[in-house]
Each structure stands twice: as structure tokens, then as C-alpha cells.
């Protein structure tokens, strides 16, 4: 997502799309608004309506002190509970071919990866 303010104010957002067709490839598509130069000829220069608002004591676009001190304590709530906890995941070195938890998810059921090329697997006694 692109947000556009000065001069002419707008968004974008990219998305990937299938493209038409039995095939599976995708293709770019992007969604895009842009006010335009005339419509915004005579409005305020970038950030002359939020001093003015807050000049008048207006507010409305700014977060009061005591919300951001509760957002802060929300999120540091989250994150030590996010460190205290041990995930139960099978973590695997990058660039390895991924935990032993995966071949022994398949094999419970009778079943093996198939990979291409089957070597690195076939020397580390993976696959038969």
C-alpha cells in the first residue's frame, strides 16, 4: 500500500491477481485513487488544517497522552508474555531442508516427501 499526501493526495495498493486463463500464473493489478490538482487547488497547505486545529483546540487528530500510555502498556502486556512463553515449533537452521518433525509428520501416516533431487535425502537416510 502507497499513500499519497503532497500534492496530489491518494492511495494505491498492489495485489496480485490470477490471471485469466487455465494456467496459474499472476499478474500485477493495482487499485489507485489520486484527488486530482484542481480538487485540491485550494486546499490547505500540508499540515496548515492540523495546526490550525490545534491552534483552535481541536483534538480530534491527535491522540491524547493517556491513550498512548495505555496502547504502550498493552503492547509491553503482550510482549512479555510473548517472551516468556517457549514456542512449541520445530525451528531448523536456514538454508537446511527444513525439521525432522516434517518427514515424521508423514511417516506416522505411511507416507514420505518426494523431493527433487532425492540425494541429500537419500544420504541422510530419508528416503529409501
Not at 41 to 66: I, M, Q, R, V
Not at 75 to 81: A, C, M
Request: a negative charge.
Amino acid at each position: 500500500m502507497t499513500i499519497y499526501i503532497q500534492p496530489t493526495e491518494g492511495f494505491s495498493l498492489s495485489l496480485n491477481g490470477k490471471e485469466v486463463g487455465q494456467g496459474f500464473d499472476t499478474e500485477p493489478i493495482k487499485l489507485a485513487f489520486r484527488n486530482s490538482a484542481e480538487m485540491v487547488e485550494n486546499s490547505p497547505e500540508a499540515y496548515e488544517k492540523l495546526l490550525l486545529d490545534s491552534l483552535n483546540g481541536d483534538g480530534t487528530n491527535f491522540s491524547h497522552w493517556e491513550e498512548v500510555a495505555q496502547s504502550w502498556h498493552i503492547v509491553d502486556v503482550i510482549r512479555k508474555t510473548w517472551d516468556q512463553i517457549q514456542p512449541d515449533f520445530p525451528n531448523y537452521t536456514a538454508g537446511s531442508m527444513g525439521p525432522d518433525e516434517a518427514f515424521e509428520l508423514l511417516e506416522k501416516d505411511g507416507f514420505e516427501w518426494i523431493w527433487q533431487p532425492d540425494h541429500w535425502y537419500r544420504e541422510r537416510g530419508k528416503l529409501n
